[in-house]
């Protein structure tokens, strides 16, 4: 059972676009929803994260918007810039399963020049 | 952040040997480690927790005789793939916590078995 659904599979934006990519998750006991940036061949990197008590966070030029009813959450790459083109992946955990992240399948983001 | 390490980078072994992995934690003590395994255009699949001074726990569908994982110290976990086999081939991902949920993931290493 995938408990954080993850789309899209991939994405193409142009420069200076906004890149949108939507997570959604079934387990309520999730408290801790972190997005990971991966490029290939690296291991992941903590892009920014949010807890359900917040419903957006901003760092830079990434914005996590949250939907505690929807059981949602998103992040919002504003101004893409060929960098960013890598693999991202969305997370959920929560204490009570000793903060295991559940990981979505994976975004392949590609900003074009 | 967290510093994370992880040695050896990539390692090509024969089938039938054993392969340690190390992951090491440079900038502070990390009592919970974790162990990823990602195969090519998938997702992180979470292998094991690893405890400093106590057995590992291991995710339903990996066999603990086969990943033998060992967290000896504060800064230090070891993977070792034993009598690894061609479907083994993985890129090995560890990571820490620090600060209770937020983890930190190690640069990963590729094992390719012939």
């Known amino acids: 059972q995938q408990q954080v659904k993850q789309s899209p599979q991939s994405l193409i934006v142009q420069k200076g676009g906004i890149s949108i990519i939507n997570c959604a998750y079934e387990n309520t006991a999730f408290d801790y929803f972190p997005w990971y940036q991966q490029f290939p061949g690296k291991g992941p990197a903590l892009l920014i994260a949010?807890?359900?008590?917040?419903s957006e966070k901003k760092e830079g030029r990434f914005t996590i918007s949250f939907n505690k009813s929807a059981k949602q959450f998103s992040l919002h790459i504003m101004d893409s810039q060929p960098g960013d083109s890598a693999t991202y992946f969305c997370a959920a955990s929560s204490g009570g399963s000793n903060y295991k992240l559940t990981f979505g399948k994976g975004t392949l983001l590609t900003v074009n020049p | 952040g967290a510093v994370v390490s992880q040695h050896p980078s990539w390692v090509i072994c024969k089938s039938g040997t054993s392969v340690k992995i190390e992951c090491r934690s440079l900038?502070?003590?990390?009592?919970?480690m974790f162990w990823y395994r990602q195969f090519p255009k998938q997702s992180l699949m979470l292998m094991a927790t690893?405890?400093?001074?106590?057995?590992?726990?291991?995710e339903q569908g990996v066999e603990k005789d086969k990943f033998l994982i060992n967290h000896a110290s504060l800064t230090l976990s070891t993977l070792t793939v034993t009598s690894a086999h061609p479907e083994d081939s993985s890129f090995y991902i560890c990571?820490?916590?620090?600060?209770?949920?937020?983890?930190?993931f190690g640069p990963g290493t590729r094992l390719t078995v012939l």
């Open positions: 690893s405890n400093e001074g106590s057995k590992a726990t291991y």
């Open positions: 990571s820490l916590t620090r600060g209770a949920d937020t983890q930190y």
């Open positions: 949010i807890r359900p008590d917040v």
């Open positions: 900038d502070f003590q990390a009592t919970t």
